[in-house]
Each structure stands twice: as C-alpha cells, then as structure tokens.
C-alpha cells in the first residue's frame, strides 16, 4: 500500500502527486490517495480511471477523503492523461430510487439490475447533484447493501446520498444507515421540485 498525502493541496497538486506515485510502480499496487475536498476526488477519480485504474472513494469525515486506486502496474504512457483541473462535475439532476430492485418480473435479476444501475450513475460525466432512497430502495443505502462502495464513492465525488427517515424505521434500519443522511418527505419534495432533471430507475 503506498499512501499519497494530499491534504491541504489545490488542484493540479493531488493529481501531479497522484500520478507521479503511479508511474514510479514496478508491479501491481493500491495506491491510496487523502484529499480535502470533493473536486479533487473527481479529478484524482478522472485521471486514474483513465490510466488504468480500478477507483474506488469514501467520505471519511468534514473536508477529508480517500481515493483507492488498484493497479497492475505503472500505466502506460498512452493511458496517462495531462493533468488537468476540471471544474465540479455534478450537474441539477436528481436520481430517485424507490425499491431495491430494478424492474418487474424476477426480483433476483432485479436487484442485480439496481446494483448495475447504481454503479452506472458512478460513471456518469455529469453526477447527479442528489440521490434519493425510499420505501425498498432505503435498504440499499444501510449496512449489508452490495451497493455501498459505489454509493460511498459517489458521496465523496460530491454527489448527497439522502434517505427518507420514515422508510428507516419503518424496516427498523435507522441505526443501520451506512451512507449519506437521513431526509424528510419535505425535503425530498422540495429537492424533487428543484432539479433540472429526475431519474428514476
């Protein structure tokens, strides 16, 4: 494991460290890399994605992150992108999920789906601004969800991981909230009524 300390550090300085440590490996690696704000989760994200890397993130507390990266090996030089900085990748679109599966018909191959679908929204060039979980589709957002390493990746990317408080304890799960806050009907209302654009899968 090789530790990559950017705190404190403005873009393109955690990705100029990130992608220094890359090139210096000699074999396969996890590189991990603490950053203090959500802009640089996304473009460390960006830059290692493209290089090669299996990327994952976590909101770790207030203004502290980490950025796992796996990788085989230094990248090559083709996959090495310039250093850049962009700007905040998430746009006005809310995604609404209300069950913790995916369509009608096989509630197996449902939830499968859901799980595909969630890990899709990760890869989006424009992140939601706002994720919404109700009814069914609170379990996923609690422990024991096989989507919470890519929800987590999306809460550090900056996206807000919401989930309807009343859903929680309805299932008895208020204690078990792994990710994001808990919300209120008002607000999911209000955050419903403000997007540009809603998803819901």
Do not use: H, W
């Not at 789906?113 to 996923?140: C, H, R, W």
């Amino acid at each position: 494991m090789i530790t990559v300390n950017a705190m404190g550090d403005n873009c393109p300085i955690p990705v100029i460290k990130t992608k220094k440590a890359m090139q210096a490996l000699t074999g396969p690696e996890t590189i991990e890399v603490l950053v203090d704000n959500e802009i640089a989760v996304q473009n460390v994200t960006k830059m290692a994605a493209s290089s090669g890397g299996q990327v994952s993130s976590e909101k770790l507390g207030d203004a502290e992150y980490k950025i796992t990266i796996q990788m085989d090996g230094a990248p090559a030089a083709e996959e090495t992108q310039e250093v850049s900085c962009v700007p905040d990748a998430r746009g006005n679109l809310v995604v609404a999920i209300a069950s913790d599966r995916m369509g009608s018909g096989n509630d197996e191959l449902g939830k499968v789906l859901i799980k595909s679908f969630i890990f899709a929204v990760t890869q989006l060039d424009e992140l939601p601004k706002t994720m919404l979980f109700y009814n069914g589709g609170a379990t996923l957002t609690t422990e024991g969800s096989d989507s919470l390493e890519d929800l987590k990746s999306l809460e550090a990317l900056g996206v807000e991981i919401m989930t309807c408080g009343t859903c929680l304890d309805y299932y008895g799960l208020k204690e078990k909230l792994a990710v994001g806050s808990v919300t209120n009907m008002y607000s999911i209302v209000e955050t419903l009524a403000g997007a540009s654009k809603i998803i819901k899968p």
